[in-house]
């Protein structure tokens, strides 16, 4: 890690500790510490990734961005900072497959938010096949990872409150065979079992 690296991180970590109170923290030590992983999650905010990458420790977490957040000169220098992969959304972007596949291939991990899209209200969105298709081509296990809370962070900023944020994190699991939506909405039920049922929007039924 370089010296820019590790002020990057603790400017992370004392973003986090001045906005949140983090619950689950030890949920962390579930994550593999060796071979490639894909790491699935509902998307409320960037705050999800600043996570993710500040409580992981020595693995580095290769996030899947959307390509428009490059157009921010400055968060586009955090992104590469990280290795960051943009992602042009509604499109078969190859050149960012490509990339994810290489990431898995080096036993590295995948951070990917299915939905695509934050949700801003926390509700769980619909999930979206290109991680089955990266799961598939890197034949790596699925980690689901479940946040909430962190919707609440603008009106506690206004009170001055620290929010409550919450972390649940379940076990891998490798995809079976099947369609790609159905095993789409497979990966979204994972995550929503992770929720408080408030949470779990249009996945708050069963997988039949």
Known sequence: MTGAEKIVGAIEKAIIWLLFRIYGKEEIEKIPNTGPLIIVFNHI??????????LLGQRRAIALIKAEAWRNPILSVYLNMFGAIPIRRGESDLKAMRKCIEVLKGDGILAIAPEGTRSHDGQLGKGHSGVVVIAQKGKSPILPMAFYGVENVWKNMAMFCRTPFHIAVGKPFYLPEGDREGLTDAIMYKIAE???PRYR????????
């Open 201 to 208: 929007g249009r996945y708050s039924g069963t997988l039949l």
């Open 45 to 54: 905010s960037m705050v999800e990734t600043l996570v993710i990458h500040s």
């Open 194 to 196: 992770l929720l408080p």
